[in-house]
């Protein structure tokens, strides 16, 4: 938050009576005035029916301005201003909490000495759900009113131009950050000014609208991986209730693409929420905030650890609406499980079409066209591919319906919520892939796998069935039409219902696959076996790896780095190791031997450096962010202060983190000396950081700062750093 220094040098107004009709100063009183003191009078009359003013910017999909609440403001008064987005149709902004991806919406402001900003009023957000993942943000047009106290000096008859940077993440199919420098004028003046005609309403609306604290009292419970969220009070008893939704503070707290059930009780609600990271990494929090949304209503909630609050369940889950929302293909449902069945096919058949399935059906495309003049094999092929899919399709049934009878919140797609199966897959897609670019050659029961096995007998149907399987896995995240309102209806049936549902799905996902298989006259017109198929193959490699590389984006959706980081590792030595094997296909035994030995030589050092090199967070120190106000506040205090300037692409500072930063004794000593531990990292863009770097004549990271206490100077340390020269110069600026 910036601020301009320019205080103004005029005279501070002398407070004049008004006259009997209290609107303007009695004509003695004009005639004593300073005819300037008279004009200003009569200008910031004007300007309070005049009232702010603004220009609308166009950024990327969205026209932004600021628009202010009343006409003028007083001098030491406060004032909203908001900030105004239209966005366009199909594309949405985001909530203070993102959710699973995206950005929140920041204001910089740069306002006259001496006027003070406040924190944005966030409107309650929308659920945008996008795949597998669950965002929380704001679509159409949305006000954010931000309140600003102005300055106990301003002159009445003035206007204070009121400037903010605004930067926003624009989201569709894709996503582009925008940014747009805004302003406001605001008029001061002696009173302050009634509502602006157009824009004073809309404001007051949306703050009335903002959720704020209620009469409700909540309570959280951990049990297992799940929150039991119990709220008791009026708004958690009336028909809202049956919309309820919480949206969290803080992005780690929940897994929030997992379905919220709702439980109804004579004196409120319980939610069951699907814990996320913050949870399940450390001790769990203590408390749990957010935006409990009620219908229409909104309200801001903080449940602490304890037990349930009592008469918050027992009465069950809301009703089944009678009728889906409009404008959705669910409306067919009417016709029940009948319904439901044949959604549940069609929306098979368009699974198909999706493209996290087209690259493994245009893989076992590739495995029909070696049968084409085989007609018993291809109709092996097809055959056994169907029932891999429906296979499939009841064992993720199974689970489904298991996991909710155990009171889990999961839902279709839960599979690719686990970071294992996303590693797994991710691996599994880039081999697949390096064997269709012949990188290496494996056994028939592995080339089946891959959809590659040139026979038809047991293993190339074994083959085939692995295939199905592989592409219901990867269909996970995708929801076709018609397909998720039978799959929300089946969740909501008994198991037999609920089978066959899934078992539809997975009939209409391997329809067509299967009925090619039977259609010898199609399978006839398709050229024969030759060497075309070898360029075909390798061709049909780049949709793996555009697979392999889609799951990893997904990985790093869940925001653990560590996590991430090893997954990559782990692609690279997998793909050495690939290519390794092939080498050794194609040489002689002495050769294979050599290979053998140099693929393990450079895996063990790939997994050392891996080992010497990984990020490592100082978990035995308390870091706080690198701020220059912080600083300076703290050498005022006389405190001691290690300042630590890192990036997570500094290899050298990785090195440092882990060699020297994250032991306990170097955490000891700045709990005995009293260091105050801050972090500046400039992973991304930062001025305040390249400001300091520049100080002290570096372009990058790392750099160590020691400040010593009793406000001395900083003292420079080696850019390798060692334990006990952390040690050393803590105990240094400490005084020892």
């Not at 929302?325 to 669910?330: E, K, N």
């Not at 493994?360 to 109709?379: D, Y």
Request: with cysteine; charged share 15%.
């Amino acid at each position: 938050m910036g601020c301009s220094r320019a205080k103004s040098r005029g005279r501070r107004p002398i407070d004049r009576p008004l006259s009997s009709d209290g609107v303007g100063y009695s004509s003695a009183v004009v005639r004593a005035l300073p005819i300037r003191t008279v004009l200003g009078a009569l200008v910031s009359g004007w300007l309070m029916v005049s009232g702010a003013s603004a220009a609308p910017v166009q950024a990327a999909h969205l026209q932004a301005e600021l628009v202010a609440q009343d006409t003028a403001v007083a001098p030491g008064g406060t004032i909203y201003v908001a900030l105004r987005q239209k966005i366009e149709p199909g594309w949405h902004t985001y909530w203070r909490n993102p959710g699973d991806s995206g950005q929140a919406t920041s204001l910089t402001w740069s306002a006259p000495y001496g006027w003070t900003p406040g924190d944005i009023v966030w409107a309650t957000p929308k659920q945008l759900r996008t795949g597998p993942l669950m965002d929380y943000g704001y679509e159409g047009e949305v006000l954010l009113p931000v309140p600003l106290k102005a300055s106990a000096d301003a002159r009445p008859g003035s206007t204070a131009r009121l400037k903010a940077h605004a930067a926003f993440l624009v989201c569709k199919d894709v996503c582009v950050p925008a940014d747009a420098d805004l302003s406001v004028d605001v008029p001061v003046a002696a009173v302050a000014g009634a509502p602006d005609p157009k824009w004073g309403p809309r404001i007051a609306q949306a703050l009335d609208d903002a959720p704020k604290p209620g009469p409700l009292e909540a309570a959280m419970t951990l049990a297992g991986s799940a929150i039991k969220l119990t709220v008791t009070g009026q708004p958690a008893t009336g028909p809202g209730r049956d919309q309820a939704y919480f949206f969290p503070y803080d992005a780690a707290a929940l897994d929030n693409p997992q379905p919220q059930a709702i439980d109804r009780g004579p004196a409120g609600l319980t939610l069951t929420l699907a814990a996320g990271q913050a949870f399940k990494s450390g001790p769990p929090p203590s408390e749990l905030s957010g935006v409990l949304s009620l219908g229409d209503k909104a309200y801001e909630i903080t449940a602490h650890a304890g037990a349930p609050l009592a008469a918050t369940g027992g009465l069950g889950p809301p009703p089944i609406a009678a009728e889906p929302p409009s404008g959705g293909p669910a409306g067919g449902l009417a016709g029940g499980f009948g319904g439901a069945i044949v959604f549940a096919f069609i929306g098979g058949l368009i699974l198909n079409l999706m493209p996290c399935v087209f690259p493994i059906l245009s893989m076992k495309a590739a495995a029909l066209v070696r049968h084409a003049h085989a007609p018993g094999a291809a109709r092996l092929q097809g055959l056994v591919f169907a029932a891999g899919v429906i296979a499939s399709f009841l064992a993720l049934a199974g689970l489904l319906i298991a996991a909710r009878a155990a009171g889990q919140a999961v839902g279709w797609g839960f599979q690719l919520q686990s970071p294992a199966v996303l590693a797994v897959l991710a691996l599994l897609m880039l081999l697949v892939a390096l064997n269709l670019s012949g990188v290496f050659e494996v056994g028939a029961g592995l080339q089946a796998l891959a959809g590659s096995a040139p026979g038809a007998g047991r293993e190339g149907a074994w083959g085939a069935f692995l295939t199905g399987v592989l592409a219901v896995a990867v269909a996970a995240p995708c929801s076709a039409p018609f397909m998720a309102s039978a799959v929300g209806f089946a969740l909501t049936q008994g198991a037999v219902e609920a089978l066959a549902i899934f078992a539809a799905l997975g009939l209409g996902m391997a329809a067509p696959f299967t009925a090619l298989a039977f259609a010898p006259g199609l399978l006839a017109r398709l050229p024969k076996p030759g060497p075309w198929m070898d360029g075909l193959r390798k061709v049909l490699a780049f949709p793996m790896y555009a697979t392999a590389a889609w799951l990893v984006w997904v990985l790093s959706l869940r925001g653990d780095a560590t996590k991430l980081a090893e997954v990559m590792a782990a692609l690279v030595l997998v793909a050495f190791a690939a290519w390794a094997y092939g080498v050794a296909q194609r040489a002689s035994l002495e050769g294979r031997r050599a290979i053998v030995s140099l693929g393990s030589a450079v895996v063990g050092a790939g997994l050392g450096l891996a080992a010497a090199l990984w990020p490592v967070s100082a978990a035995a120190l308390a870091p706080q962010p690198y701020a220059p106000a912080t600083l300076d506040a703290l050498r005022a205090e006389g405190k001691p202060v290690f300042v630590n300037f890192t990036a997570a692409w500094c290899v050298t500072c990785q090195v440092n983190d882990r060699v020297a930063l994250s032991s306990h004794r170097v955490a000891s000593a700045f709990k005995r000396d009293g260091v105050v531990y801050m972090v500046g990292d400039w992973t991304q863009k930062d001025a305040a950081i390249a400001k300091a770097l520049s100080q002290y004549g570096r372009a990058g990271v790392p750099l160590y700062l020691m400040y010593g206490s009793g406000g001395r100077d900083a003292e420079v340390l080696p850019q390798i750093l060692t334990e006990g020269a952390v040690i050393a110069a803590a105990d240094k600026a400490a005084g020892r």
